[in-house]
């Protein structure tokens, strides 16, 4: 088991955060059962193919939702994910060695993500990338934990994502998201009095509500109505919205995703209920929402790691390479994911790992050398790593303005 976690302490929340990248040939691992996924839900990227022209490869799992209500997540790291194995590999490689990647769905499902890591396992999966969302996160590490296999989360938020040795994150955890957003909002007075709406049936949505909640009362905050529903009652928020509107909150404070929130927009909206609408990285997404009025979503805030129109040139080499390769531009799960192949190239390289080398192997050599990289990227510089699985990096507040986001 790992140390117990312990909450990043970041400074004032300013633009601090940057990007990483560059561009290679040959990226995933050709399909080798039914449930390989190609490219997500692409129709215009490659289809698949081998890293290398034969030889040894590192073998590189990834696994997240590119079908159904959170596809936007994983369909946007499997393509981060790509755009650096293209890019590493086109640069020779790590340690000389050719990257192969095989992603795999898990339609944001607990059962499912264990399902396709053992589909990953049977391919010869020598380090995971993901899951992607918290749920299956858990589920997976429990599997890679048994195997002592080196998993990186991109976005695995809740803290049993990396609750042991063989687990790292390139995001936030739960408890950060919820301490920092109360800071901002009780260091720029954005309100007093605050309504929180969560998924109770969420560790995401929970751990990040909880830590918001302890810190409020250090900001001054009031929560003067917290209401709850579950993955069995997310279609319907007129009650929540009519409770937090009643209770004359001044802010709405959304730890939950970006399908559910663009329906509290609606709803918002519906009931001429016009508070500050702040949210957390789940909220990315919510602009490309199928049905939704994206005008709903305007002066939205929320938690992220990344902004697409930074003027950082690591940054503004992504996004171009993302938008000529998908035509459309990156959000932050894309951006923690093309990082996360980026680190663990840096890790490889650190560790002296070789492809001959056994999963297990290659795990405690890179559990040690995680502690002592750092690394400048995308979604931050001069990220370091604790033993614990947690990064050290700055957090970054977004803003939908004009219909894209917006450092602030």
């Keep these: 088991m790992k140390k117990a976690l312990s909450l990043l302490l970041v400074c004032a929340m300013t633009f601090s955060l940057a990007a990483c990248g560059s561009k290679e040939e040959g990226t995933t691992a050709p399909a080798e059962n039914n449930n390989q996924t190609e490219t997500g839900t692409d129709a215009e990227a490659p289809a698949d193919k081998p890293a290398a022209d034969g030889g040894a490869v590192f073998k590189i799992g990834g696994i997240g939702p590119t079908t159904g209500g959170a596809s936007a997540y994983g369909i946007a790291v499997q393509r981060g994910m790509e755009i650096a194995v293209e890019e590493i590999n086109a640069a020779g490689g790590a340690n000389g060695v050719q990257l192969e990647l095989n992603f795999q769905d898990d339609e944001h499902d607990p059962e ?30 429990e599997e890679s934990n048994k195997d002592n296999l080196f998993q990186l989360t991109p976005s695995g938020t809740a803290v049993k994502c990396v609750q042991y040795d063989n687990a790292f994150r390139m995001c936030f955890s739960d408890p950060n998201q919820g301490l920092e957003s109360a800071k901002y909002i009780g260091a720029n007075k954005l309100a007093s009095k605050v309504a ?171 559990k040690e050398a995680m502690t002592g990289i750092t690394y400048d990227g995308i979604t931050g510089k001069g990220i370091s790593w604790e033993a614990n699985g947690e990064p050290n990096k700055a957090p970054l507040v977004v803003q939908i303005q004009n219909g894209e986001g917006v450092a602030l």
């Design 112 to 141: 499912k993500s264990v399902n396709a890591y053992n589909t990953l396992k049977d391919w010869g999966m020598q380090m995971l990338i993901g899951s992607v969302t918290s749920n299956p996160c858990i589920a997976v590490g």
């Design 196 to 366: 929180v709406i969560y998924d109770s049936s969420d560790p995401y949505s929970v751990g990040i509500y909880e830590a918001f909640r302890a810190e409020a009362a250090n900001q001054n905050i009031e929560i003067v109505e917290a209401q709850a529903f579950t993955a069995d009652s997310k279609t319907d928020f007129s009650v929540q919205v009519q409770k937090a509107k009643d209770a004359g909150a001044e802010l709405l404070y959304m730890p939950f995703y970006y399908t559910e929130a663009s329906l509290v927009l609606a709803e918002c909206s519906k009931q001429s209920y016009t508070p500050v609408f702040f949210g957390v990285d789940g909220m990315d997404g919510i602009l490309s929402v199928e049905n939704f009025d994206a005008s709903l979503a305007e002066n939205l805030m929320y938690m992220a790691p990344f902004v697409a129109n930074s003027d950082d040139e690591m940054v503004k080499s992504f996004v171009t390479k993302y938008q000529e390769s998908y035509n459309e531009i990156p959000n932050q799960f894309a951006a923690d994911a093309y990082d996360c192949v980026y680190v663990l190239k840096a890790a490889i390289e650190q560790a002296g790992v070789t492809p001959d080398m056994e999963a297990s192997a290659i795990c405690d050599a890179l």
